[in-house]
């Protein structure tokens, strides 16, 4: 299995721009690329949620954090361009599938034209060896099916958020056949993962961090769909896969325009109930979790699930945390921030674990 220690030795002295790192999974990635000696670019807008990962681990003071939105063009070039970076991650996104609903305009701009917007920047910034688009696991026309999707399968979606993502692979399609298609271009590739858990996600319409406001104010846990499925894995897992795919390519092991999954194994599914039940259970009210009517018309798949076959016999890659082990990780961390200790430390012990494991 490939070592995510030895993987980011490679990005050391190194400089990275991510998009989106005042998200959840962009504030994971920043702290661990920078703790491991790369000299970080975040480019993105304001966190979305108060309190943040990102603002809790005072990344604005360990990274050079950048305030753009990536459907201006002009604005991004002049980032690129002042951030002159080796290597990009684009995480950037409008992330939520009930705000699609409410605001695709919003919802395709950022994730298409934004998307489009990252790439052209890409090509015209000569610095740039390596790049990992990230798109998500509903970018895949979701057919309720048993098996899990592979990375040729057919894109599309119902919702707008789904269709979007879709879009976006279609734009990066583009973009290797227009930009990235000859010898001495940057090397790319497209990454697709789904529903992440861990500490310090305050997202709305999510999960853990539903379960976990409800908490706080006393309340029970109503869950909509108790018995919809997903891909639940740890943050680390598919940032992982990230980082291996962008050492992958650049070693040529990964062919450039190439797509990846990065998912928990097949077999591993477990539905809502059991995870709410389970966030319930650590803060010691395991009575607590309710199935309510759900209100709204909007669509919400009831399975969904990735075969990453082609990661583990390509790419070496594979999870390292069980569904056990995920929740207790994710579960303590709230915990333990409710009884008082810091949400950096607390980051930090769970990279220092899933790396030495």
Request: with cysteine; proline share 4%; net charge neutral.
């Given at each position: ?26 504030s ?7 703790q491991?000696g ?5 480019i ?18 360990a ?18 361009k002042?951030?002159?970076?080796e290597?990009?991650f684009?995480?950037a ?9 409410l ?11 934004g ?32 098996h ?10 119902i919702?707008?958020y789904?269709?979007?993502k879709?879009?976006?692979?279609l ?10 298609n000859?010898a001495?271009?940057?090397?790319v ?18 999960l ?10 006393g309340?029970d846990i ?30 040529g ?9 990065f ?19 650590s803060?010691?009210?395991p009575?607590a979790?309710?199935v ?10 009831q ?6 076959a082609?990661?583990h ?11 056990a ?5 994710t ?9 008082g ?15 030495t494991?």
């Amino acid at each position: 299995m490939a070592s995510l220690a030895a993987d980011l030795k490679h990005f050391a002295g190194r400089r990275v721009l991510i998009t989106g790192h005042t998200g959840f999974k962009g504030s994971w990635l920043a702290l661990l690329l920078a703790q491991s000696g790369a000299n970080v670019t975040g480019i993105a807008l304001p966190p979305e949620t108060s309190p943040s990962h990102f603002t809790l681990l005072k990344l604005d003071t360990a990274i050079d954090s950048r305030e753009c939105d990536i459907r201006d063009l002009s604005r991004l070039e002049s980032e690129f361009k002042r951030a002159n970076p080796e290597v990009v991650f684009h995480l950037a996104a409008q992330a939520f599938v009930r705000k699609s609903y409410l605001d695709p305009h919003t919802t395709f701009s950022t994730n298409v034209l934004g998307s489009a917007n990252v790439l052209e920047c890409i090509s015209r910034t000569p610095s740039v060896q390596t790049h990992v688009f990230v798109t998500s696991d509903k970018c895949y026309k979701n057919k309720e099916q048993q098996h899990g999707y592979v990375e040729t399968d057919e894109l599309g979606g119902i919702d707008p958020y789904s269709q979007s993502k879709a879009g976006a692979e279609l734009v990066f399609a583009g973009y290797c056949a227009s930009k990235f298609n000859r010898a001495g271009t940057t090397r790319v590739a497209s990454a697709r993962a789904g529903n992440v858990i861990g500490g310090g996600d305050w997202s709305p319409d999510r999960l853990i961090p539903d379960c976990i406001r409800a908490l706080e104010r006393g309340n029970d846990i109503e869950i909509r769909n108790p018995h919809a499925t997903r891909p639940w894995q740890h943050v680390l897992e598919p940032l992982s896969g990230y980082v291996r795919l962008a050492v992958a390519l650049e070693e040529g092991v990964a062919e450039t325009g190439s797509s990846w999954n990065f998912g928990p194994p097949e077999t591993a599914v477990h539905d809502v109930h059991e995870v709410a039940s389970y966030v319930a259970s650590s803060w010691g009210r395991p009575d607590a979790v309710k199935v309510g009517k759900d209100s709204s018309a909007m669509h919400e798949s009831q399975l969904l699930q990735l075969n990453s076959a082609k990661a583990h016999a390509r790419l070496a890659w594979s999870t390292r945390w069980d569904f056990a082990a995920t929740m207790n990780r994710t579960t303590s961390w709230y915990n333990k921030l409710r009884d008082g200790l810091h949400a950096v430390d607390l980051t930090r012990d769970d990279i220092k674990a899933y790396l030495t494991r």
